[in-house]
């Protein structure tokens, strides 16, 4: 073993999940592998949930939800955040750095996978920079190239050090070789941390974004993802986890154009059926347990090795409930639904987005309407449990397509479909990113920039535009019919 020591921190993200995130276990098998100790400190919970005396149980156990809460870790800045915060939730933050601190490790590693984890990470990191000098640098699904070069500049100072983009596999290892290679010193680790930004691709520091080191892009790729080793949750409790997570693929084949899957991380891979299927036994029989939720943005990216993986899980006699979400994609076909059936699968999420043949295409989905639904139906028919994503209010979703969006779920009966809808804000896109190739493309212009907006529950910008097709109000009413749409839709059950 090195004497680099690293400690994976699980960030709390206040979202009541109780599933674990996979980044930090497939870290800790990476670091591990190439021999540096490593040890996951799981500090997530449900910030957004106090401990209470009565609560509906989706709310968890004994807690009730407080929006002061949420406001507040929504803030637009550290200083608002440490304005609204109350102090039991500082005080469980603090537990938590006292935990971090015992592990003595010179490398704190964060992983943020929610925005409204970015102010709690601060506080945190400042904690311990009170009396250690451990170097702390944080990444996750929360940050893309953008939002480092915004959060960037609002990290105050003697907090985190560095920001990574990309995928962390291929930051951590290089960067314990630094540190193993020349200890960060006690005092100037500032002028430390921007060495190593300069040196190793995909790190940037905070007072520049990631921007400085843009030339060095974004970490890059562990080329293929059957290299990687199995995650390791040993030092998760897993008392009370049903279901674990499993990454077959990163990133995305596919070129929606309001997604930024492309952007948070490089080309899209997906490991091999064997492989895929491989880890997914091992870690069932490891832990006893046989739920899994595929956290790849999609699991039908390579349609081939999705067969391979689901005929595997047949052939392996073992059953296992799995879940995760779907592309609507002709190549696939009924059989391949009967397959997924088989090998597990109880629920599909597909993000249908719009009823609309014309806003689908403009969003880069599959246009054909009979087959989106006719295979949605199909899937509710093998006995998996569909559900579908609708975004309304896209930048090309004039009256008429909101229409025929509110007429294709009609089309489909409570017990055929879930489905759930929200609104398309400028400021918001998929993956948390702030995609401005996407205001472009849509030939909107972007008048302000009025900085974070508060009270969301993702990232999201105030921006103030024009040019396209949706307004506010145009927004707050189609809000208010889907609503309508879907009471009488629920009602008909
Ligand atoms: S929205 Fe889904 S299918 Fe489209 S690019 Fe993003 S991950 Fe891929």
Not at 92 to 120: E, G, M, N
Not at 313 to 327: A, E, M, P, T
Request: with cysteine; net charge negative; hydrophobic share 40%.
């Amino acid at each position: 073993m090195s004497k680099t020591k690293i400690c994976l921190v699980q960030i709390p993200y206040g979202f009541n999940w109780k599933m674990i995130s996979p980044a930090a276990g497939v870290l800790k098998a990476v670091v591990k592998n190439a021999g540096y100790d490593a040890t996951i400190i799981d500090i997530n919970s449900d910030m957004l949930y106090k401990k209470g005396e009565e609560c509906a149980p989706e709310q968890g156990k004994g807690e009730e939800y407080t929006p002061e809460r949420l406001r507040a870790v929504n803030a637009n800045s550290y200083a608002r955040f440490l304005e609204q915060i109350d102090k039991e939730f500082l005080n469980k933050l603090d537990q938590d750095v006292i935990k971090i601190l015992a592990q003595k490790a010179q490398v704190l590693a964060f992983s943020i996978y929610f925005r409204p984890a970015l102010w709690p990470s601060i506080y945190i990191a400042k904690r311990i920079k009170e009396s250690a000098s451990s170097l702390i640098v944080a990444g996750g699904a929360a940050f893309d190239r953008s939002v480092v070069q915004f959060l960037g500049a609002m990290t105050p100072p003697n907090s985190i050090d560095l920001y990574c983009v990309g995928e962390g596999e291929s930051v951590l290892v290089p960067l314990l070789d630094a540190v193993d290679s020349k200890p960060i010193p006690m005092s100037n680790g500032k002028v430390w941390a921007q060495e190593i930004a300069g040196r190793i691709a995909g790190l940037g520091v905070p007072e520049n974004g990631i921007g400085i080191n843009i030339t060095n892009g974004i970490a890059p790729s562990s080329n293929t993802l059957d290299d990687l080793p199995y995650a390791d949750f040993d030092d998760y409790n897993l008392s009370d986890v049903t279901t674990l997570p499993l990454t077959i693929a990163r990133s995305c084949n596919s070129a929606c154009t309001f997604c930024s899957s492309r952007k948070t991380h490089n080309s899209f891979r997906m490991m091999s059926g064997k492989r895929a299927a491989d880890e997914l036994i091992y870690l069932s029989e490891k832990y006893g347990i046989h739920n899994f939720y595929f956290t790849s943005p999609i699991v039908n990216g390579d349609v081939i090795k999705l067969r391979d993986m689901c005929r595997i899980i047949i052939d392996s006699g073992k059953s296992f409930n799995l879940s995760g979400l779907v592309r609507l994609d002709k190549r696939m076909t009924f059989n391949d639904l009967e397959l997924m059936y088989h090998a597990g699968f109880r629920w599909i999420k597909y993000g249908l987005e719009s009823g609309s043949p014309k806003v689908r295409k403009s969003m880069g989905k599959l246009s054909d309407q009979d087959f989106c639904k006719s295979f949605m139906k199909q899937t509710s028919a093998v006995g998996i449990t569909t559900e579908a994503n609708i975004m309304h209010s896209f930048p090309t979703e004039d009256d008429e397509a909101f229409q025929e969006t509110i007429e294709f779920l009609d089309k489909f009966s409570v017990n055929e479909l879930e489905w759930n809808a929200w609104p398309f804000d400028l400021g918001l896109t998929a993956n948390c990113a702030v995609d401005y190739d996407f205001i472009q493309r849509f030939n909107i212009r972007l008048l302000k920039n009025n900085g974070l907006f508060e009270g969301s529950h993702t990232f999201m910008l105030d921006l103030q535009w024009e040019n396209a097709i949706i307004n506010d109000s145009v927004r707050a009413k189609r809000e208010e019919m889907m609503a309508a749409f879907r009471k009488n839709w629920l009602s008909m059950a």
